[in-house]
């Protein structure tokens, strides 16, 4: 059973626009959600995170939403540049626990 | 900076064979995880470890073992490897300090022939 879900295996957007991430969760209890960004042949790196009491966090150009009643997350890269090409995986835990779920990954391609 | 490192970057076996992964991490950090990548799947919880000798099953943990022996390392034991246990294997560590993340290896592609 996938608690965390990444729609979209991939995503195509043009250098300086816009890049939109989608991640649904089923689980109510979680209470914490990251954003991790993985290159080919390394480690995933953290870039964002945002907990349940906030709808909205960000930093720089990563914006992460957050619609608790829709149990949806999105993060929002602007504007998009080629380093930004990567597998983009959402995660939640729940109640400080150390446990992380994540979702099945969305590999972002940015169009020079 | 968090160094979190893995023993292979790749590693070639064959069926029944016995397979240990290490990593080590410099952080000081009270957790450690490991995960298997697989496309489609994203990245599946094995086993983690929250202590010296301690540990939890992950989601996956059938066909794996783990040990803690120290702080620092964490071990990954295949007890005889199945060609469905190619994959990607990723090491993290974290700190219980409030509001900590979770820092990953560069991770070991396995190959199980």
């Known amino acids: 059973d996938q608690q965390v879900k990444q729609n979209s295996p991939s995503l195509s957007v043009q250098e300086g626009r816009i890049s939109i991430l989608n991640c649904d969760y089923t689980?109510?209890?979680?209470?914490?959600f990251l954003w991790y960004k993985k290159y080919p042949a390394e480690g995933p790196t953290f870039l964002i995170s945002?907990?349940?009491?906030?709808d909205k966090n960000e930093d720089g150009r990563f914006t992460v939403f957050l619609n608790k009643s829709a149990k949806h997350l999105s993060l929002h890269i602007v504007p998009s540049q080629p380093g930004d090409s990567a597998v983009y995986f959402c995660a939640a835990s729940w109640g400080g626990n150390e446990k992380l779920t994540f979702g099945t990954g969305t590999r972002l391609t940015i169009i020079p | 900076d968090v160094k979190v490192t893995q023993s292979s970057r790749y590693l070639v076996k064959r069926t029944g064979e016995k397979v240990f992964l290490e990593c080590v991490q410099d952080m000081d950090h009270e957790n450690m995880f490991w995960y298997r990548q697989d496309p489609g799947l994203g990245l599946r919880l094995i086993y983690f470890s929250y202590d010296v000798k301690m540990k939890e099953k992950g989601d996956i943990p059938e066909g794996y073992s783990v040990s803690r022996e120290k702080k620092e390392r964490f071990s990954l034991i295949l007890e005889s490897a199945s060609t469905n246990q190619t994959s990607m294997y990723l090491c993290?560590?974290?700190?219980?300090?409030?509001?900590?993340?979770?820092?990953f290896g560069p991770g070991t592609r396995l190959l199980v022939l």
């Open positions: 689980n109510s209890m979680f209470d914490y």
């Open positions: 993290a560590s974290r700190s219980n300090r409030v509001g900590q993340t979770q820092y």
């Open positions: 945002i907990s349940s009491i906030k």
